[in-house]
Every structure is written in structure tokens, then in C-alpha cells.
């Protein structure tokens, strides 16, 4: 006697259907577990990407480009007018970062921030029989250790010894696999202007992000100018912020004031953050599809409910049950289910997520990892427990509406 | 003395393509403490006229009054809250909610009504049973018991809420003769010894002539 009325009669309604019952509970349940699960999962990976990087790719690069071209002058002196412009032949300039040294000074003047120099160009790299082609990023060690983290990603040698060395080259994890280069190796070191360079392999790095590992060799930026012909040019800077969430806006002002191009991590990783877009769509529909498939079981067992107790129906209202208690019965009975079925999908996500988290392997995709890499967080309960709830409501709500909506006088009527 | 139900030149036409007229040119007054049997043959009107003496179906044209107070006009839910309190059925079909036992079935109209706690509840269902000799089944759900305790399970959910009007229709229907009797003579003990208004439908003549009026229709009038 100590539950409302409404809810004492539509328990008693539950436990009468209990095969259907079971069933859209466990529709609810699987898609509150799987909610969790796969939310766990996604966001985990996507938020260890982006920790990475964050902690290994400077936060703000500036580049020695132009988001746009610049105009040309005969529009600046027809403004608003028809201009054909014909075999046009872009100027030959020496690439790189005009001023770069300004830009620095003015950087290193701002709070919260490390700046550091480069130049970075492609290579081909030679050992024995093998090519490999990389990317090769001249660096000052000194400003690049507190830049980017390439010095804690070293597993072997140290990123002083490129000063010791005496063309000292720093390369991946998965080049040195590739080619089989070990720590102190000589290799041969062809670039793109035609200058060859003998280097010696004095460390090898792993970030876990496979493109990195994959294709990144790092030298003194100085040897980097002499690789690729171009004395004393620089055309990356890269800057660290001890607060990265200011890293957009110190981009849009730096490119405000000194014309570079100048792109934020965010912006940097465009691609890799637009699949992310895409992946949480496919599972907030996937799991939306596995809970209308929820609430189809839940409209069922409400309808079949309401048919079987037309009568029960027909006698309350004649008894004085109102519309909105009728109605109450069976939205409590799609909430009730909608409630359990929340709750057992908490335990059974919870399970899910830490039975993920037991298991060890090697995964390579975007970034290296032992397992799953799992982020828990009540949010992902609070969102999959408030669509379920959400749902099955909306579910009952419908047979509902009919069934207070029922004419007592056809019933009594019809049943006599 | 107000009567407790009024009629006042009642009619209920069903709309459609071709309306049909249940009930039509209805003048009944019915007395506190009285007890009117209403007769007639099938399709005669007799439960049309009981819903609309019971506010479950509203007249098309005439008014009725419950206690001297004209229901033309309410609402749903203002009707329904009539109902609820002041007014009990009994059908031809018990219509006990199956999942409950008979205390738990009667305590029901109580429950939605709110006006007494729950240990009250409790105790009044059990007296209403008891005094329809049926304390001992007060446990049991209705499956588990006969058609005539069924009925007088009914019947005691019908007194819940100390209704001044009882409307039963055809109550004896599905009874044996001794049940159909004592199912009347509760229904004339409630007119006469508590004072209770008590409209029932019903074939049997014989039980008819044992109220104190008799009220015949046929197609749809009183005659
Ligand atoms: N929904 C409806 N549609 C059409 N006709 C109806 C409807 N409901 C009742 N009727 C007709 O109205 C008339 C009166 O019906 P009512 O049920 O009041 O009769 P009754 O006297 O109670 O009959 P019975 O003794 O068989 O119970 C009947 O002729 C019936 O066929
Ligand atoms: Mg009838």
C-alpha cells in the first residue's frame, strides 16, 4: 500500500507481462550498455590523440606562407573594376620566413610561451640497400626541448649529442625498423637540392603517433640550412603555451600582426579532428537506432497492456479515475522500464568498460597503444540513462494518450 | 427533500449517418433511501439510462441533476470527481482489477479519492467485505473466487467511497437465484437502513417486485 496508486497498478500491469517486460528491458539496457561502451571507448582514443598531440606537436606553428596570395597591384589600382589579368609568372623568391628573427624577439616577450626556430624540408635517407623517404626538421635542441617533447620520446641517444655529433641526425622508431638503422649508424642523407650528407643516427624517438614515427628525423637546424641550400632561412616557428586552450587565438593574432600564415594545433590536425565529427555521429546513431529499436518494444508492451486491460480501463474511469490518471498507469509503466532498464545499462556499460579496459594488444591507427585507451566519465551515465528515460516515455506516452482517451461507456457496454 | 437523482426531460441521440436515439422524453426522480428497479426488454435503453443517471455518458438533450446540483456543462474531470465520490456501479461483469486481491480491489476508489490514510483504507475495505460476507476472502484474488463473491467483491468497491447513489446494471445477471437474492436484499438494506439512493437494472420480475418502485421502459421511454 506504499507505492501511489498509479504506480501500484502498473507494476502489477509489468509483472503480469513479464516475457515482454524482460524483453524491452533488455532493448533499453543494451542501449544505455552500449552507450557507455562505445563512448568510453571513442572518446577515450579521441581525447589520448589529442593529449599526444598537444604534449608532442607544438601548439602554434607559423608558417613561411600566405593564406591568401597576395593581391596583385594592378587590383589595388582598378579597385572595384574588371581586371583580366593574363600569363601571370609568380615571382621567384627564396622561401622562408622573412623577419623571423623580429617575430621571435616579439614572441619571447609575451608571457607563457617558448618559441622555437625551424626549418623543415624533406629528405631521402640511405642505409644499405634501403630508401626511405622522411621529413627532416632542423632544430636548436636547446629551444626545441621545451617546445615539443621529442626529448622524452627518445628511447635511445639524446638530443644534446646533435650538437656533439658532428652531422648528427635524430629519426623515428618506424624508420629505424623500416630500414633497420640502429643508434650510431651512418647513413646517407640526399636532399631535395641535390646536396648529399653523411649523418650519423644518434637517436631514436617514439611519440605513438604513427605518422610521427613513421616519417619524422629531426637535425640541428643549422645542418638542415645546409642540407637544403638555404642558408640561415628559417620557415617554421613553433610555439609551445603553457595554456593550450589559448592557442587558436594566439594564432589568429600572430597572423593578424605579422601576415604569416599561422595555424593552431587544432588546425593542424584538422583532418584527424573531422573524423572524430564523424565517429561520434555514427555512434550517437547507432545507439539512437538501438534505442528506437527500445522503444518500439516499449510501445509494444504498452499496447499489448492497454488492450488486455480495456476493461480495467473502462471501470476506473467509471469510477472516477480522471484522463491524466489513466494516462499516469501507463507513462509510469514506460518509465519504470525505461528507469530499470537505465540502471542495468549503468551496470552492464560499467562492466563492458572495464572489461575493455582488461584487455591487452597492440593497436596501430593514428597512434600507437596497448589496448583500449578508455575515458570514464559520469557524463556518458547522465546522457545515455536521460535518452533512455527520454524514450521509453516518449514510448508509453503514445498508448497512453489512446488509452485514457477510451470511452468507458463502450466498454462496460461491450463487456457485459 | 432534494432528490437525489434527477431526470428532466432527458434524450441521448448517437450521432452518425444514421443517429440512433437510446433513450429519449426521460422524467425520473429518484428519493434518497429509495430503491427503483428499472425493467424492460433487450435494447430497451435500460443501461443507456443508467450511465446517464451515473454521469458516464452525457445526455444530448435534458438535464440530469445529482443531489440538486445540474451536471450540465461539467467537464470530464469535474464529472469524474462525481463519480469517484458520490456515485457507485455495479456492472453485470464484475470488472475487479485481476492483479488484485478483493481488500486491495475495493480499496481502490479509496486510494484515488485520498481522503483517508492508508491503515483506514485498509480497515474500511476489510469492514465493507466483512459486512458482504466476505472477510475471509479479503485475500484472494478475484480468479480464486465464485461469480457471486466476485459480484459482492464488486459491490463493496461500489460503497468505497459512501456514495450517495448506487447504480447496478443487470448485477444479478451472471447469479444463481440465492445470489441474485441476497445481492437485493444488500442493495434494499443500503436504501432503506443507510439511507442510500439505489438504482438496478434488471430482467427478473421477481426480484423487481421486491423494490419499492419500478420504473419499465420500453424503446427508449418510460411507460
Ligand atoms: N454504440 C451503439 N451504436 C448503435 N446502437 C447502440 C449503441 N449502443 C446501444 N445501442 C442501441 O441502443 C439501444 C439501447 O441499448 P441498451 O444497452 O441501453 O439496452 P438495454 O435495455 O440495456 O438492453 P439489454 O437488456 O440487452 O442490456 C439498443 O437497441 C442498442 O442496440
Ligand atoms: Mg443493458
Given at each position: 500500500m506504499a507505492l501511489p496508486l498509479g504506480l501500484a497498478i502498473a507494476v502489477r500491469h509489468l509483472l503480469h507481462r513479464r516475457r515482454q517486460t524482460v524483453t524491452s528491458l533488455v532493448g533499453v539496457s543494451l542501449g544505455v550498455a552500449f552507450f557507455i561502451g562505445i563512448a568510453s571507448m571513442m572518446q577515450g582514443f579521441q581525447r589520448d590523440f589529442v593529449n599526444r598531440i598537444i604534449d608532442a606537436a607544438p601548439h602554434v606553428t607559423i608558417k613561411d606562407e600566405f593564406r591568401k596570395p597576395p593581391p596583385q597591384p594592378v587590383f589595388a589600382a582598378y579597385p572595384d573594376s574588371a581586371v583580366i589579368l593574363s600569363g601571370l609568372k609568380p615571382k621567384d623568391e627564396i622561401r622562408g620566413l622573412r623577419g623571423a628573427r623580429a617575430i621571435i624577439d616579439a614572441l619571447e616577450r609575451m608571457p607563457g610561451l617558448h618559441v622555437a626556430p625551424t626549418l623543415a624540408g624533406q629528405i631521402l635517407l640511405r642505409f644499405g640497400a634501403k630508401d626511405v623517404s622522411a621529413n627532416v626538421t632542423g632544430i636548436v635542441p636547446d629551444r626545441e626541448r621545451f617546445v615539443t617533447k621529442l626529448e622524452k620520446d627518445l628511447i635511445v641517444g639524446s638530443l644534446d649529442s646533435l650538437y656533439t655529433a658532428a652531422n648528427g641526425l635524430i629519426i623515428g622508431e618506424g624508420i629505424a625498423l623500416k630500414a633497420g638503422i640502429g643508434l650510431n649508424d651512418m647513413v646517407s642523407v640526399i636532399a631535395p637540392s641535390g646536396v648529399l650528407m653523411r649523418m650519423k643516427v644518434v637517436g631514436i624517438f617514439r611519440s605513438g603517433i604513427t605518422l610521427m614515427d613513421n616519417f619524422d628525423t629531426y637535425a640541428l637546424l643549422k645542418k638542415a640550412q645546409v642540407l637544403q641550400n638555404r642558408?640561415?632561412?628559417?620557415n617554421r616557428i613553433r610555439i609551445r603555451l603553457d595554456d593550450v586552450e589559448q592557442a587558436a587565438d594566439l594564432a589568429r593574432s600572430v597572423e593578424a600582426r605579422f601576415g604569416w600564415r599561422t595555424e593552431s594545433w587544432q588546425e593542424q590536425s584538422s583532418n584527424i579532428l573531422g573524423i572524430f565529427v564523424i565517429q561520434n555521429a555514427i555512434m550517437y546513431s547507432t545507439v539512437g537506432a538501438i534505442l528506437i529499436v527500445a522503444c518500439f518494444g516499449i510501445f509494444n508492451v504498452i499496447s499489448t497492456v492497454i488492450y488486455e486491460k480495456t476493461r480495467d480501463i473502462g471501470i476506473l474511469k467509471s469510477m472516477g479515475f480522471r484522463e491524466a490518471d489513466i494516462r499516469r498507469i501507463f507513462v509510469y509503466e514506460g518509465l519504470m522500464v525505461g528507469i530499470l532498464g537505465m540502471l542495468i545499462g549503468w551496470a552492464l556499460g560499467y562492466g563492458i568498460v572495464e572489461f575493455m579496459g582488461s584487455l591487452k594488444f597492440e593497436m596501430e591507427g593514428f597512434i600507437r597503444a596497448q589496448g583500449f585507451v578508455l575515458y570514464r566519465t559520469p557524463r556518458h551515465y547522465v546522457i545515455s540513462g536521460a535518452m533512455a528515460i527520454a524514450a521509453s516515455t516518449f514510448a508509453a506516452w503514445l498508448p497512453a494518450r489512446r488509452a485514457s482517451r477510451l470511452n468507458p461507456v463502450d466498454i462496460v457496454r461491450g463487456a457485459a | 427533500m432534494t432528490a437525489a437523482i434527477e431526470a428532466i426531460g432527458v434524450a441521448r441521440t448517437l450521432p452518425g449517418p444514421v443517429p440512433v436515439t437510446l433513450v429519449q422524453d426521460i422524467d425520473l426522480t429518484v428519493r434518497p433511501g429509495e430503491f427503483v428497479a428499472i425493467t424492460g426488454p433487450s435494447g430497451s435503453g435500460k443501461s443507456s439510462l443508467l450511465y446517464l443517471l451515473g454521469l458516464l455518458d452525457v445526455p444530448t438533450r435534458g438535464s440530469i441533476r445529482l443531489q440538486g446540483r445540474d451536471t450540465a456543462g461539467l467537464s470530464g474531470d469535474a464529472l469524474a470527481d462525481l463519480r469517484l465520490a458520490r456515485i457507485g456501479f455495479v456492472f453485470?461483469?464484475?470488472?475487479?482489477?485481476?492483479?488484485?486481491?478483493a481488500a486491495d480491489n475495493v480499496a481502490i476508489p479509496m486510494r484515488r479519492l485520498g481522503e483517508l490514510g492508508a491503515g483506514a483504507i485498509r480497515q474500511r475495505s476489510e469492514d465493507l467485505l466483512a459486512s458482504l460476507g466476505l472477510a475471509e476472502h479479503r485475500r484472494k484474488l478475484p480468479e480464486q473466487m465464485s461469480g457471486g463473491q466476485r459480484q459482492r467483491v464488486a459491490i463493496a468497491r461500489a460503497l468505497a467511497n459512501d456514495p450517495a447513489v448506487i447504480l447496478a446494471d443487470e448485477?444479478?445477471?451472471?447469479?444463481?437465484t440465492a445470489s441474485a437474492q441476497l445481492v437485493f436484499d444488500t442493495f434494499r438494506s443500503l436504501a432503506h437502513d443507510q439511507g442510500r439512493t439505489v438504482v438496478a437494472v434488471t430482467h427478473d420480475h421477481d426480484l423487481a417486485a421486491t423494490a419499492d418502485r419500478q420504473v419499465h421502459l420500453v424503446d427508449g421511454r418510460i411507460v
Open positions: 642558408p640561415n632561412v628559417v | 453485470q461483469f464484475h470488472f475487479l482489477l485481476p492483479e488484485f486481491s448485477p444479478t445477471g451472471n447469479l444463481d
